[in-house]
Each structure stands twice: as structure tokens, then as C-alpha cells.
């Protein structure tokens, strides 16, 4: 049986001006997976996944997520997907209970479902407590956790995490992987960037951008058989180490 | 000779007491890794030691002068790289560096051979808004800032945060050059593989200092028997471990989940032994030697 893709890129390309950004590049992410998607800061990254988001209209190529287009369904695609990221997430100056609160709200949850969301989120997460505070008091780790659960809130068909772990500390790292791995088994397909190779490899697959263009797409153990090392980290290096265009 | 004295300096913010007691030492040409969770009271012992936040206990000393009689001395003397990009971003890259060599009472040229390998990959935008650079470029544009007026002690908070693989390998390769220049370098950050990079590391949690040593001895002082397990499915090993009473910790490593077990008389063979009892499926085990970055979950957990 073939496998449900949540998103098709074909050829999608973004330029600004005479800078082409994203060069024409094609992947599908399946469901249920957790899709890596790796590069050097300026490969094209941000670029292509505000695109995917529906933030950014392409210059070219065609893309579905979740089974709309990225062209035509823009505003369908926003109700379908989640979406969280190092620099924005939260407001700082609303307290946990209202952003969940908000995002919920804008997310299409009606009160009741509402109610049993905000009070499951803040007792899965142990904020019985902080529940009043406002989240810019809170530590990083626990903004992040709490960010990503109101991200997938709405139950998406997939979750788009860019750089979620930056700056976080080795044990709530961790435990921010298990509340991917718990959505993942909700069926809640996850696109991901992060800069910690170990984490990498807690990727089902791996797209690697250079120069904005896919340069390698595989599961992390095919990706470092094919390069002859024994880790993600030098998978990296080598692919990164032949890009021409600087990081500018 | 220290470079930097920080003795029982304790910073409070309203109630939350952000540095609690901490005390340490950096040496003359050291390169101290300052290494703790988000909250730990870094960004605090980083800002009242570059004068910008006055104590609200303890002392501490720059160079010899004190951080508050003397703060105007230590500003002549340090360089200072905060954790979120604080240059003029509607200056050019050419712009800023004029600037702070300016508010230094130095130029450019002055001090240019220390600044030069760094500069060489910035000059092709040397025309740019600052605001418009790449988080890779912005952060070695700050550190020609930071390095503009030949500082004896350079203060990194976070510099590498949000960088990726190959551009932090070649900042590291930069502060072993500084360090041959004989600065002193405070640096922090959430790296693990950086913090093994440093002579010495203070492991930071809630303000307090929790060890200071160099990376081997924190590897050496590690009190268990560690092994790295894996096997077809992580998620689901990693799962099944945590359900098992012979397992003390279990954290994921990459492609290898790894473990201590609680009775240590047990060998490789008996682990491996009880573990085929238990788990369905294959799997590879093997003992390992620590990496600082299971040391830092060990204290951190205690």
C-alpha cells in the first residue's frame, strides 16, 4: 500500500530578487513520521518551511500540505497544521492558562473542548501551579514544552518545530523529545530543524539543505552508510563544507 | 594570577534569586566554561561581572579591579559578546566595528591582526546593515566588536545558541587563536561537545556552581557503569526501559539510548542476560565511557 503523504514539494522555488532561496526542490514527508530538516544557517531552511507554512507564496513549483495547495488553500492549510518556533512561540505578557486559552481559541476549539484541553495540557505538563503566572517568567525549557503542546492543541495533521530545542538544556531537550514522540503516536505527523545532530538521529528521515537545494534526503543510518562515518555530525560537515554560497 | 574572582556573588531579582552563592576562579589565559540549564543565573554572573548589573551580595573581581568601585577600569579591560545580537543593526558591518573602536579610543587598525581571520569573511559585506546579516555572521561580527580594543578577558554568553554544526567549529577554532593570544575567555553555552573544548567547567544549576573541574576529571568522577543500548525501534526500547526496576536512568544519545543500572554488582553478561528476559526484540549493548554531556544529566538529576 503507498504510503499517505502529508506533504508533496515538487520543484518549489523561492526567489528574492536575483537570490533564489529555495531552488526548485521536491520531497514528500509521510504520515506518522518525524522528518529532519537540516542545513546550515542561510541553505534555505526558514525559507521553505514559512512556505509550507503558508506564510510565503512560492515563486515556482508546486506544493500540497495535508492535502490542500499551497497556492489556493493557504488559509485551509493554517487550520491543518501547528506550528512553533525558538523566537516565537508564546506571549510573554499573557499567563500560561490564557495563551493556551488564546491559541485554542484561534485554533477553532470550541469552549468545551477548550476547557478539557487547557486543564489536560497544564496537568501533562505538571504547570498546575504556574498556571497564573505569565509564561515570560517562566524558565526556557517550560516555555518550549508549553509551546509546542499548544501547537499541536488542535490535533494537525502535522507540526512544523523550527529550531524548538535551541539554548534548551540536555535533560528538558529530552523531554521535549517525548512529547514529539507522544504526538507522533496521535498521528500527528513532525517536520523539525534543529542544530543538535544527536537529535538527527531521532529522525525517521533526513533532508540535508546546501545552497538551497535538498543535497541529501534518507534515514539518518543510510545517510552516514553512504558517507562512510559513524555520526550525523560529520554527515553534516561534509554536506555543509560544500556549500558555495556564503552564509550571508 | 585571576583573571576573574567571583566570591559568594548572589544577584536577586524580586524573589527570585537568580545567582545564589557562586564562587569561582578563572586563571590568567584560561579558556572556563560556564555550562548550566536556561535560568541557572549565567546570563546574571555574565552581566554584573561586564559592570552592567550591580550585585546584590559577595564580590567580585575583573583584572584585579572590583566590579563595582572600579567598574570603569574593567570596562577599558574586557570584551563582552552577549547572548542576543546587540549591535546597531541599521549600522553596516563596517560601521559598527568603526563605531565601538571609536568609543574604545582605538581604530580599526590598530588592533587589526587580532580581529583579521575573523574580519576576512565579513569583508564581502562589509556594506551590509548589520540587521541583515545571517545569525553565523552576526555573531563573528560581534565578536570583532567585543575584540575591537585588545581586551584582556573576553565574556561569551551563549555565542554559538542557534548556530549551526560547521560555523560553531569554526568559532571554536577562533577562540583556541585568542587563547594563543593570551585572552582569557568566559564563555557559556548549551553545548556539551563545546564544553569538553574549555580547561576547565563550571557546571551551573540554580545559581549555585555545582563543580568545577576540568572535562576529563568531571568524565573520571562519573559514579556508575554507563552502556549504550539500541536497538530496530528507539522509541519503543526507549519506553520499555523506563518500565524496567534493574534500570536506574535511561537518556537518549543519538542512534543509542543510554542506561545505568541500579545493581551494580551486575557485568555486561548479566545485563545482557536479563535484558534478553525482557525485551522482545534484538537489540546491541555495549559499556561506554561517559561524555561531559552525561556527567551534566547526572548532577543535574542528583
Known sequence: MEKEKVIS????????????????????????????????????????????????????????????????????????????????????????????????????????????????????????????????????????????????????????????????????????????????KNDITVFVTTHYMDEAEYCNRISMMVDGDIAALDSPSNLKQGHGVDSMDEVFYNLARTAKRKSD | MHSVVVENLRKQYKENVAVDDASFKVNEGETFGLIGPDGSGKTSIFRMLATLLVPDGGEAHVCGWDVVKNYKEIRKSVGYMPGTFSLYQDLTVEENLHFFATIFNTTITENYSLIKDIYVQLE???????????????????????????PEVLFLDEPTTGVDTVSRKEFWEMLKKLKKEGITILVSTPYM???????????IQKGRLLS?????????????????????????????????????????????????????????????????????????IDKIEPSVEDCFIQLMEK
Not at chain 1, 546550515?40 to 518551511?49: D, H, I, P, V, W
Not at chain 1, 499567563?95 to 486559552?101: F, G, L, P, S
Not at chain 1, 488564546?102 to 470550541?110: A, D, E, P, Q
Not at chain 2, 561537545?193 to 557546571?203: P, V
Open chain 1, 9 to 184: 514539494v515538487s520543484g518549489l522555488t523561492k526567489k528574492f530578487g536575483d537570490f533564489t532561496a529555495v531552488n526548485g526542490i521536491t520531497f514528500d514527508v509521510y504520515k506518522g513520521e518525524i522528518f529532519g530538516f537540516l542545513g546550515a544557517n542561510g541553505a534555505g531552511k526558514t525559507t521553505a518551511m514559512r512556505m509550507l507554512c503558508g506564510l510565503l507564496s512560492p515563486t515556482s513549483g508546486d506544493a500540497t500540505v495535508a492535502g490542500f495547495d499551497l497556492y489556493k488553500q493557504t488559509e485551509k492549510i493554517k487550520t491543518k497544521i501547528g506550528y512553533m518556533s525558538q523566537k516565537f512561540s508564546l506571549y510573554e505578557d499573557l499567563t500560561v492558562k490564557e495563551n493556551i486559552t488564546f491559541y485554542g481559541g484561534i485554533y477553532g476549539l470550541g469552549n468545551r473542548e477548550l476547557k478539557f484541553q487547557s486543564k489536560r495540557l497544564i496537568e501533562s505538563l505538571g504547570l498546575q501551579s504556574e498556571a497564573n503566572q505569565l509564561v515570560g517568567s517562566l524558565p526556557l525549557g517550560w516555555k518550549q514544552k508549553l509551546a509546542f503542546s499548544v501547537a499541536v492543541i488542535h490535533k494537525p495533521s502535522i507540526v512544523f518545530l523550527d529550531e524548538p530545542t535551541g539554548g534548551v538544556d540536555p535533560i528538558t531537550r529530552r523531554q521535549f523529545w517525548d512529547l514529539i514522540y507522544e504526538a507522533v
Open chain 2, 124 to 150: 564581502p559585506f562589509k556594506n551590509r546593515r548589520s540587521g541583515n546579516l545571517s545569525g553565523g555572521m552576526k555573531q563573528k561580527l560581534a565578536l570583532c566588536c567585543a575584540l575591537i580594543h585588545r
Open chain 2, 212 to 284: 568545577i573541574d576540568p572535562p576529563q576529571v568531571i568524565i573520571e568522577k562519573y559514579p556508575k557503569a554507563l552502556y549504550a543500548i539500541k536497538s530496530h525501534n528507539m522509541i519503543e526500547l526507549l519506553s520499555a526501559l523506563r518500565e524496567l526496576p534493574l534500570i536506574g536512568s535511561v537518556h537518549s544519545f543519538g542512534e543509542h539510548h543510554h542506561i545505568t543500572i541500579v545493581d551494580r554488582t551486575l557485568t555486561l553478561l548479566d545485563i545482557r542476560a536479563t535484558l534478553e528476559k525482557e525485551l522482545p526484540y534484538p537489540f546491541q
Open chain 2, 193 to 203: 561537545d563545546e564544553a569538553t573544548l574549555c580547561e576547565r567547567i563550571g557546571l
